[in-house]
């Protein structure tokens, strides 16, 4: 019989490549990491790991289950956090991954009205970017991840295997010093054609391709002079103007630059944000009522804007 415990410990020993540095991860000895791993190679009747002197790699059963293993876990939590519910234990636990610009808008919200409501269910936040954001929702090291696809962009089936709960549609804008040429147009619209001969100012590596995707669209390779991770280093530069940018609305919002304009895009240009989890996690009550809570904050949000 597999136990939980015991696949977590292959999880461990899996990514850190070792049994000494798994039981630092887990907070235990190296010893009872090799136990434990001896007493799931029992259990499943085949050795799950090949050792070489210091190396340490998966069998084909081995990889087999560290595969499975997410999805395992996951139903395992779904399990204990329903039946925690039931018995009328009100405490629950979420794994949120977000997106920077969606951490500062969509997710403060959100966080402060699911603690007035279920003030016992806490929530630990992490940032990262999608794909990443994605793969730990796979990798079973979170339980809702907030994503971004851009419209009309390769890959739409990427998500088909888990639960999409869309949130917002976050529309492309330019952004441009004030005392730009084209500043005046901040009360109406441009196209980004009109921008071709600018340099430019590149974000995150998805919105960098992006860029990239919607100049050449419009007949021109953008000449990228700074790149960087950062919004509000993208719109400081712009600001002292080095450059012209586009970014997400939400992204600016997120900023609320100085001596830059908003510039609206036509034709209009989105990204799809959505908060994504796996279907077992969907009925656990504190992740529903996390995904609850972020579909209201980004109602109200789309109102605002």
């Known amino acids: 019989m597999i136990e939980a415990r015991h696949l977590r410990v292959l999880r461990a020993v899996a990514a850190t490549g070792s049994f000494s540095a798994a039981g630092r991860e887990l907070g235990c000895t190296q010893p009872a990491v090799s136990q434990q791993m001896k007493a799931l190679e029992t259990s499943v009747g085949t050795p799950l790991l090949v050792r070489s ?18 999805g395992i876990l996951a139903g395992l939590t779904a399990a204990e956090e329903e039946v925690a519910a039931i018995a009328g234990l009100r405490a629950g636990r979420v794994r949120l991954v ?45 339980d809702i991840a907030l994503a971004f696809r851009y419209e009309g ?66 007949g021109f390779t953008p000449r990228i002079d700074f790149a960087t991770d950062d919004y509000p280093a993208v719109a400081g530069l712009v600001g002292a103007g080095l450059g012209v940018a586009v970014l997400p609305e939400l992204a600016v919002e997120s900023v609320r630059p100085r001596g830059v304009r908003a510039v609206a895009l036509e034709p209009a240009v989105r990204r799809e944000i959505v908060a994504l989890t796996l279907t077992d996690l969907a009925q656990v009550p504190a992740v529903a009522a996390t995904l609850d809570e972020l579909a209201r904050a980004a109602a109200r949000l789309g109102a605002g804007g």
């Open 53 to 70: 002197g210091r190396e340490m790699r998966l069998t084909q059963a081995g990889e087999a289950l560290v595969r499975h293993a997410a």
């Open 153 to 218: 962009a390769a890959g739409a089936e990427e998500w088909d295997d888990l639960v999409v709960r869309p949130l917002l549609s976050d529309r492309l804008v330019a952004l441009v010093p004030e005392r730009h040429r084209l500043a005046r147009a901040a009360e109406g619209s441009l196209a980004i054609g009109e921008l071709a001969g600018e340099p430019w100012i590149a974000g995150c590596p998805r919105c960098r391709g992006q860029l990239v995707e919607v100049c050449e669209g419009a």
């Open 98 to 142: 977000s997106f920077p610009s969606g951490s500062s808008t969509l997710v403060p919200a959100a966080l402060a009205a699911l603690r007035a409501a279920h003030p016992g269910t806490r929530v630990y936040l992490e940032e990262a970017e999608p794909p990443r954001s994605v793969e730990l929702l796979r990798e079973g090291d979170c």
